[in-house]
């Protein structure tokens, strides 16, 4: 099959708040193309309920919030990039709000902050309880009437177009067409979101299928600290399984939301003294720890003893899911369990989203900047997302690859032929997930790792086969991404003999000096 070619200046994978506010910040500088795999408000970002923290109250300060961020990092984070989030963060609120983002404010006008765990002050600005949705709309609606900005929706990268250590473009199928397409650009903006789709049970939407990583991680790019891989622990519990899994906004706790078992014990008093505003870290394994140890499907939130006219107006979009599952949070607790949310791990970048290769950044959940560490701090992914994005568009129109090269790039062999693949990626698909689940979950066992790891090696060789010789589909690619991904988080979870932040490996439960430091993987040639 014949591809055809499409030039710009500016190409970007995934459409989450990276992505669109990387594009608005360029499009006065060249044309700019988004390529997206489901529509283009499919995202983590459009899901995010809590909100984005900043420092915006003069009871709270830039120190604080720092501190916060490095406790709850457990000693991994890196302390330049988390100055310059929490310094750059405010100033880029005001340019949400001016590009149309509503916030919610209090009774005096003023922007209402919201506490969550781990949060010394009130620093969660948001626009209710879906203030994900409400960025994405306004950055949106600006990017619609940008004439320099195109979309192309149910587009699906698969392999970067690279040679000598540049990154030129993507070769990319239209899963509406089936045609093939080769994106050049000048700069290309990885933006593809999480990998929360590799577990069983995940907050993330069905695009979460660590795509970014994988494109980076083939080329050739270094892989950070994926042992790192954050669970929420109050995600909505229904008897049907769900490919994702409708998130209980830690906001809840934070207005005074009580966990407790089948038989009304508060359990957190018996694992840290801050209650339910503990870390997520820590919240999440005591809930994991409760439903092993009594055999529960499901642990209950109860913020019923609140006002029911202040709950509805604060979590109204919590209230109205609940309520199409016969849950009334006004008047009972919320059955909830620990879900898959956040990769703290991810392609390595510096403090302006460069990675290992001349003409590619990234941005967002995919990148490692090196500001959650070993556990991320609750609402600092939209704020880092935001930070970081902007940094990378600030270098992006003086940073471009060797025009020369374009025609000498590495691309994918054409030669395929038609096997029976949707079968074998169905099924394996579900194995990755288990596997993950399982094996590779809240708490882990050095024997657990191992056999997990094994069995994905097993994986990689034959999808990197079916890969290969098949018929392109969005499934294969999906598939190869999971693969890939499950393989790494193993892989650093293996060669992490401790127990630090979201990384609980019961054979090893103290956390260690020596493993004060990051794990990095890349690809053997």
Same mark, same amino acid.
């Given at each position: 099959?014949?591809?055809?070619?499409?030039?710009?200046? $500016?190409?970007?994978?995934?459409?989450?708040?990276?992505?669109?506010?990387?594009?608005?910040?360029?499009?006065?500088?060249?044309?700019?193309?988004?390529?997206?795999?489901?529509?283009?408000?499919?995202?983590?970002?459009?899901?995010?309920?809590?909100?984005?923290?900043?420092?915006?109250?003069?009871?709270?300060?830039?120190?604080?919030?720092?501190? =916060?961020?490095?406790?709850?990092?457990?000693?991994?984070?890196?302390?330049?990039?988390?100055?310059?989030?929490?310094?750059?963060?405010?100033?880029?609120?005001?340019?949400?709000?001016?590009?149309?983002?509503?916030?919610?404010?209090?009774?005096? /006008?003023?922007?209402?902050?919201?506490?969550?765990?781990?949060?010394?002050?009130?620093?969660?600005?948001?626009?209710?309880? $879906?203030?994900?949705?409400?960025?994405?709309?306004?950055?949106?609606?600006?990017?619609?009437?940008?004439?320099?900005?195109?979309?192309?929706?149910?587009?699906?990268?698969?392999?970067?177009?690279?040679?000598?250590?540049?990154?030129?473009?993507?070769?990319?199928?239209?899963?509406?067409?089936?045609?093939?397409?080769?994106?050049?650009?000048?700069?290309?903006?990885?933006?593809?979101?999480?990998?929360?789709?590799?577990?069983?049970?995940?907050?993330?939407?069905?695009?979460?299928?660590?795509?970014?990583?994988?494109?980076?991680?083939?080329?050739?790019?270094?892989?950070?600290?994926?042992? $790192?891989?954050?669970?929420?622990?109050?995600?909505?519990?229904?008897?049907?399984?769900?490919?994702?899994?409708?998130?209980?906004?830690?906001?809840?706790?934070?207005?005074?939301?009580?966990?407790? =078992?089948?038989?009304?014990?508060?359990?957190?008093?018996?694992?840290?003294?801050?209650?339910?505003?503990?870390?997520?870290?820590?919240?999440?394994?005591?809930?994991?720890?409760?439903?092993?140890?009594?055999?529960?499907?499901?642990?209950?939130?109860?913020?019923?003893?609140?006002?029911?006219?202040?709950?509805?107006?604060?979590?109204?979009?919590?209230?109205?899911?609940?309520?199409?599952? /016969?849950?009334? !949070?006004?008047?009972?607790?919320?059955?909830?369990?620990?879900?898959?949310?956040?990769?703290?791990?991810?392609?390595?970048? =510096?403090?302006?989203?460069?990675?290992?290769?001349?003409?590619?950044?990234?941005?967002?959940?995919?990148?490692?900047?090196?500001?959650?560490?070993?556990?991320?701090?609750?609402?600092?992914?939209?704020?880092?997302?935001?930070?970081?994005?902007?940094?990378?568009?600030?270098?992006?129109?003086?940073?471009?690859?060797?025009?020369?090269?374009?025609?000498?790039?590495?691309?994918?062999?054409?030669?395929?032929?038609?096997?029976?693949? /949707?079968?074998?990626?169905?099924?394996?698909?579900?194995?990755?997930?288990?596997?993950?689940?399982?094996?590779?979950?809240?708490?882990?066992?050095?024997?657990?790792?191992?056999?997990?790891?094994?069995?994905?090696?097993?994986?990689?060789?034959?999808?990197?086969?079916?890969?290969?010789?098949?018929?392109?589909?969005?499934?294969?690619?999906?598939?190869?991404?999971?693969?890939?991904?499950?393989?790494? !988080?193993?892989?650093?979870?293996?060669?992490?003999?401790?127990?630090?932040?979201?990384?609980?490996?019961? =054979?090893?439960?103290?956390?260690?000096?020596?493993?004060?430091?990051?794990?990095?993987?890349?690809?053997?040639?």
């Amino acid at each position: 099959m014949e591809t055809r070619r499409i030039d710009t200046d $500016f190409l970007i994978i995934g459409s989450g708040i990276s992505a669109l506010n990387f594009a608005l910040r360029v499009s006065d500088k060249g044309n700019v193309l988004i390529l997206t795999k489901k529509e283009r408000t499919e995202t983590n970002t459009n899901y995010a309920q809590g909100g984005v923290a900043a420092v915006l109250d003069k009871k709270d300060s830039f120190a604080s919030h720092i501190q =916060d961020t490095l406790k709850t990092g457990a000693g991994l984070c890196v302390k330049e990039a988390v100055e310059i989030m929490v310094k750059e963060g405010p100033s880029l609120i005001e340019d949400l709000i001016e590009w149309g983002v509503e916030f919610t404010k209090d009774k005096t /006008s003023r922007l209402e902050l919201w506490k969550e765990g781990g949060h010394s002050n009130r620093r969660i600005v948001h626009s209710g309880d $879906f203030t994900g949705r409400e960025i994405e709309k306004n950055l949106m609606s600006a990017i619609k009437h940008h004439p320099n900005i195109r979309i192309f929706e149910h587009h699906i990268a698969f392999e970067l177009i690279s040679r000598d250590g540049e990154v030129h473009g993507i070769s990319a199928l239209d899963v509406s067409t089936g045609e093939l397409i080769r994106v050049f650009g000048k700069v290309t903006l990885l933006a593809t979101g999480g990998a929360g789709q590799v577990y069983q049970h995940t907050s993330n939407p069905s695009v979460a299928t660590g795509d970014g990583i994988t494109l980076a991680y083939n080329a050739g790019c270094r892989i950070v600290d994926m042992e $790192f891989f954050q669970f929420h622990p109050t995600t909505l519990w229904t008897p049907q399984h769900t490919e994702r899994q409708f998130l209980i906004s830690e906001a809840v706790r934070g207005e005074g939301a009580i966990l407790s =078992d089948g038989n009304g014990n508060r359990f957190m008093k018996d694992f840290d003294s801050r209650l339910e505003l503990a870390s997520r870290d820590i919240v999440a394994r005591a809930c994991d720890s409760v439903l092993k140890e009594k055999g529960y499907d499901y642990v209950l939130l109860d913020i019923s003893h609140k006002d029911s006219d202040l709950i509805k107006k604060t979590f109204p979009n919590i209230y109205k899911e609940c309520l199409k599952h /016969s849950i009334d !949070i006004t008047k009972e607790p919320i059955p909830v369990v620990p879900a898959a949310h956040y990769m703290c791990g991810g392609v390595y970048t =510096d403090l302006y989203g460069r990675t290992d290769l001349k003409g590619l950044l990234a941005a967002g959940e995919v990148a490692f900047t090196g500001v959650h560490g070993a556990n991320r701090l609750a609402s600092n992914s939209l704020l880092e997302a935001l930070v970081f994005s902007t940094r990378a568009a600030s270098i992006a129109e003086n940073w471009q690859v060797t025009d020369s090269n374009h025609k000498k790039a590495k691309l994918l062999d054409k030669k395929r032929t038609k096997i029976g693949e /949707s079968v074998l990626a169905i099924h394996t698909r579900k194995e990755i997930k288990q596997t993950m689940w399982d094996y590779v979950g809240i708490v882990r066992r050095d024997y657990l790792l191992n056999r997990a790891v094994r069995r994905f090696e097993l994986y990689l060789g034959e999808i990197e086969e079916l890969y290969k010789n098949s018929n392109l589909s969005r499934d294969i690619a999906e598939l190869r991404s999971l693969v890939t991904v499950a393989y790494l !988080i193993t892989k650093s979870a293996l060669k992490r003999k401790e127990s630090r932040g979201l990384h609980y490996n019961k =054979d090893h439960p103290a956390e260690k000096e020596e493993f004060n430091k990051h794990t990095f993987l890349k690809k053997e040639e």
